[in-house]
């Protein structure tokens, strides 16, 4: 009996292949981690602008509040026949930080500054949603306002304060605006209210703060 023997040659293996394929798959674990990275960066700035919104929404609570606070002051000075013109002590001659109110722009200097918002008197009235702290319960915004006179100089009469007046005064029999010729105050007088700067701040969750400003005379 004869036995045949084969020899079969036998080819060395390079490891190319394995080599590409780890290559391939470091290569595509970069790309789902720069995927993951980038699906949370989206989250968290669409976040961030969700929260920044609320805050801008929130905001209009500050302006709604300082309005009637204003108008009841006024009601109550003029009770006093208390003249903003010529009467120093007039609550709207002076500045009262602690009510959030200043007679001129040039206090506060900083409206940044967190001391200019350390008074818990300019906040929103207690009512829906807000607290006696001025806090949103249903975002978690805190709101504050301040009332800025429109003039150059501080703690001064009108007359001598240098301020910014609208151009027309209220007609109550008509419920329309006067211009200052039809107020009988000559086209070179002073007509109308001075104006009032209110800034409204926002604090909330995320470190999120807002500003918005209005006028009112």
């Not at 609570?61 to 009770?79: H, I, Y």
């Not at 007679?103 to 009235?125: E, V």
């Not at 949603?129 to 975002?139: I, K, R, V, W, Y």
Request: hydrophobic residues 40%.
């Amino acid at each position: 009996m004869k036995y045949i023997q084969a020899n079969h040659k036998r080819q060395g293996q390079r490891g190319v292949v394995l080599f590409m394929a780890l290559i391939a798959l470091v290569v595509m674990s970069l790309a789902a981690v720069a995927l993951v990275r980038s699906v949370d960066t989206s989250t968290l700035v669409a976040g961030n602008l969700a929260f920044k919104q609320a805050a801008t929404s929130s905001a209009d609570a500050g302006v709604e509040a300082a309005v009637p606070w204003m108008v009841a002051t006024n009601a109550s000075q003029s009770a006093l026949n208390k003249d903003p013109w010529t009467d120093p002590t007039h609550a709207f001659n002076v500045d009262v930080p602690a009510n959030g109110y200043y007679s001129s722009l040039a206090t506060p200097a900083d409206l940044t500054a967190a001391s200019t918002w350390a008074t818990t008197a300019s906040k929103p009235g207690t009512g829906t949603n807000f607290d006696a702290d001025g806090l949103d319960s249903t975002t978690g915004n805190t709101v504050r306002y301040i009332v800025q006179r429109v003039c150059r100089n501080a703690n001064q009469v009108l007359s001598t304060a240098n301020c910014l007046f609208s151009d027309s005064s209220e007609d109550n029999a008509s419920k329309r605006g006067r211009l200052s010729y039809e107020a009988g105050l000559g086209s070179g007088s002073i007509t109308g209210s001075p104006m009032y700067r209110i800034t409204a701040r926002v604090t909330g969750p995320r470190n999120t703060v807002s500003y918005i400003q209005a006028y009112a005379y």
